[in-house]
């Protein structure tokens, strides 16, 4: 069994009083007491067993175990330093969290990210991705999410079309810019449908003007999944016309019916946070003129 190390804080006061060469000064930058300070050390000294420290009357100096100890406990500290520096918010106050639907990330965030940054220079981003809602975190300054903006507590925005459409692979389609396929001609295919939402084949197709209900071949976990296996031509999509917008513009995906039927489920954005107010304002502002023009 290994034994247990001196707490950080004992070291901490050592490298302190080793640099200044004081226990005044090294509990003041600490924020300590002298008392505090010279009781700490006196305990890292009796754990090590060697004196660190020769007290003098106008100050201190280093013993030769003292001058050993302080390059490899400054190393340390600066790496701990480091490594936490990334989850410290209140050093990292330029730094806004942002936790997103993957779909959202890949259609828009992606694409249009840097337009943000240029903009906001003095503003940098942390993106954490998620499928299902109860995966963002907690600590995120910002939230986009899937679901229903209704049951959520916080202030939001919905993004964009919160609309249904029926998308295809032009290619899948015989190379046509649109089309109406019927309940016969949709059974040739395999149809492709999000998981986790009402706004399914079965329940939907009728409001396209489907006498069939149909029944979904593939079933993902995401609207943006779905847009990807349609412009693979894997099948035909019911899906997000929020998610399918870029892909319909850039003529991956073209409409299998001129109608559009309203979602129950929407993607949504709003802030969790209020540490980072203004710069977390400044990105849902940016978020909904990109996803609105």
Request: hydrophobic content about 45%; aromatic content about 6%; some cysteine.
């Amino acid at each position: 069994m290994s034994r247990p190390l001196p707490p950080l804080g004992w070291f901490r006061a050592f490298e302190s009083a080793a640099q200044l060469l004081s226990f005044t000064a090294a509990a003041n930058e600490l924020g300590m007491t002298q008392s505090a300070v010279s009781q700490q050390i006196r305990s890292l000294e009796s754990r090590l067993g060697c004196q660190l420290f020769i007290r003098k009357h106008r100050g201190l100096a280093l013993t030769d175990e003292g001058r050993k100890l302080l390059p490899e406990v400054t190393r340390s500290i600066d790496a701990i330093r480091s490594a936490t520096a990334p989850y410290d918010r209140q050093t990292n106050a330029d730094v806004i969290t942002v936790a997103t639907s993957v779909s959202v990330a890949q259609w828009y965030l992606a694409p249009a990210l840097h337009t943000f940054v240029t903009r906001h220079p003095g503003i940098k981003i942390r993106l954490l991705t998620s499928v299902w809602p109860d995966e963002l975190a907690d600590a995120s300054d910002v939230q986009i999410r899937f679901g229903s903006a209704k049951d959520n507590e916080l202030k939001y925005h919905a993004l964009g079309s919160d609309q249904l459409v029926i998308v295809a692979s032009p290619t899948l389609l015989g190379g046509t810019k649109a089309a109406l396929l019927t309940d016969e001609q949709l059974k040739e295919h395999s149809l492709i449908q999000a998981v986790g939402t009402t706004d399914t084949w079965p329940n939907r197709a009728q409001a396209f003007g489907l006498k069939d209900s149909h029944e979904a071949t593939l079933q993902v976990d995401s609207h943006g999944l779905a847009v990807d296996l349609a412009i693979a031509g894997a099948g035909i999509a019911l899906t997000s016309k929020f998610i399918a917008t870029p892909a319909i513009n850039n003529g991956q995906l073209v409409l299998a019916n001129p109608n559009s039927v309203e979602a129950r489920d929407c993607y949504f954005i709003a802030i969790n946070s209020q540490q980072h107010a203004a710069t977390s304002s400044a990105f849902v502002d940016w978020i909904l003129e990109l996803t609105q023009s």
